[in-house]
């Protein structure tokens, strides 16, 4: 099946400091969703990209899709300590999710 | 409050017990999952169902057996067959229009003493 390939696995920032997560797959996908897991808690939908190039913002959240549908990146502008978390890429085939890893975000005020 | 109920929050087993998990939504969400979650990985689909009295294996079935006689349930049983069964237990559920967006309840979390 599809896989999706998440780095780096970990980033420490500084408050005020901007970070990247980038997801990767060595085939193209026809989507790609990104989710959001608080410590301690659940995955929370944050946003869906679907075509070539797309590019969807959220605030400080930038969220991109490649020009070939094999990668994407989640890009958070002047983080702040809310962005703590675990963030999650997924792509979706035939009903099933299949999640990357995940990139552990911690933020030092 | 439209939303996945998970039940229970903790649990704990002894080895060679079988254990169920319980999954209840009132979203009316026809498609509904079990992921599995371990420390510093991603989630990893054990069983999915997308009508009721139809379910199919994920990537990591082997130990784990569900089933769907309800639209709103469906319940996990962790197996005594299932090797390393201490983990975070996340149900799921999505739209038939848009299956691509997973609806998360709060999880379980079984440890095997």
């Known amino acids: 099946g599809q896989q999706v390939m998440q780095i780096p696995q970990y980033q420490h920032v500084q408050e005020g400091e901007d970070f990247t997560t980038y997801c990767n797959s060595s085939t193209t996908l026809s989507n790609i969703q990104w989710y959001k897991q608080r410590p301690g808690g659940h995955p929370v939908f944050l946003i869906q990209l679907v075509k070539s190039g797309e590019v969807k913002k959220q605030k400080r959240l930038t969220f991109q899709f490649g020009e070939a549908k094999k990668n994407s990146s989640l890009h958070i502008t002047a983080t702040q300590t809310t962005d703590v978390g675990t963030y999650f890429c997924?792509?979706?085939?035939?009903?099933?999710?299949?999640f990357g890893d995940g990139t552990t975000l911690t933020v030092k005020p | 409050d439209g939303g996945i109920t998970q039940s229970p929050k903790y649990l704990f087993r002894k080895e060679g017990q079988n254990v169920t998990l319980s999954c209840e939504q009132n979203?009316?969400?026809?498609?509904m999952y079990w992921y599995r979650q371990d420390p510093g990985q991603g989630l990893r689909l054990i069983y999915y169902s997308q009508i009721v009295n139809d379910f199919q294996k994920g990537d990591i079935a082997e130990g784990y057996s569900v089933s769907r006689e309800k639209k709103e349930s469906f319940p996990l049983t962790v197996t005594s067959a299932q090797k390393n069964p201490t983990a975070f237990y996340l149900c799921?559920?999505?739209?038939?229009?848009?299956?691509?967006?997973?609806?998360f309840g709060e999880g379980s979390r079984l440890t095997v003493l």
């Open positions: 799921a559920s999505s739209t038939p229009a848009n299956t691509r967006e997973l609806f």
């Open positions: 979203l009316n969400h026809d498609a």
């Open positions: 997924s792509a979706t085939n035939a009903g099933k999710s299949t």
